[in-house]
C-alpha cells in the first residue's frame, strides 16, 4: 500500500507540451504517464480564480474547448505553471495534483461534463 508520503514523492520525469498545443503530457517516475488536454487543465486549474477559496467559490469554466497552452513555466522544483492562450496563467500546477488528474480523469471529467449539463452551459466557446 502506498502512503500519503510516498504519493508526495512522485517525480515527473517528462514534460512535454504536444506540437498543437492542445495537450500535456506528463510522465512519473514510478512509471505513470498521463496526456492531459488543455481543456481539462485549464477547467480544472487550482487557481483561485476557479477553485475559489472554499470548495463553495469553486466556478465551472465553460467555452474552453479550444483553448491552447501556450506556455509551460517551471515553478522552484515542486510545480509548473501552465499559460492558456486565453491569458489564464495563475495557476500552479503541482507534481502531485498533476498526478491526480491523470489519475481521476475519468471521474473528474465526467463530474465536470455533469456540471456544465446541470447549470446549462457548453464547452463551446460564446461567439
Same mark, same amino acid.
Given at each position: 500500500?502506498t ?5 508526495d514523492?512522485?517525480?515527473?520525469t517528462?514534460?512535454r ?7 500535456l ?8 504517464? *498521463? ?12 487557481s483561485?480564480?476557479?477553485q ?6 469553486? !466556478?465551472?469554466i465553460a467555452g474552453?474547448?479550444?483553448?491552447e ?14 499559460v *492558456? ?18 489519475a481521476?480523469?475519468?471521474? !473528474? ?14 464547452r463551446?466557446r460564446?461567439?
Amino acid at each position: 500500500m502506498t502512503s500519503s508520503s510516498q504519493t508526495d514523492e512522485r517525480w515527473p520525469t517528462e514534460i512535454r507540451l504536444a506540437k498543437d498545443r492542445r495537450s500535456l503530457r506528463i510522465a512519473f517516475d514510478d512509471g505513470a504517464a *498521463f496526456d492531459l488536454a488543455a481543456e481539462y487543465l485549464r477547467v480544472t486549474s487550482p487557481s483561485a480564480e476557479v477553485q475559489g477559496h472554499s470548495p463553495a467559490e469553486r !466556478k465551472t469554466i465553460a467555452g474552453k474547448r479550444d483553448v491552447e497552452i501556450v506556455g509551460v513555466e517551471p515553478v522552484g522544483n515542486y510545480a509548473v505553471k501552465l499559460v *492558456f492562450d486565453d491569458l489564464h496563467d495563475t495557476g500552479i500546477y503541482g507534481w502531485k495534483y498533476l498526478y491526480e488528474l491523470g489519475a481521476g480523469y475519468e471521474e !473528474k471529467w465526467q463530474a465536470y461534463l455533469d456540471e456544465l449539463a446541470a447549470k446549462g452551459l457548453s464547452r463551446e466557446r460564446l461567439r
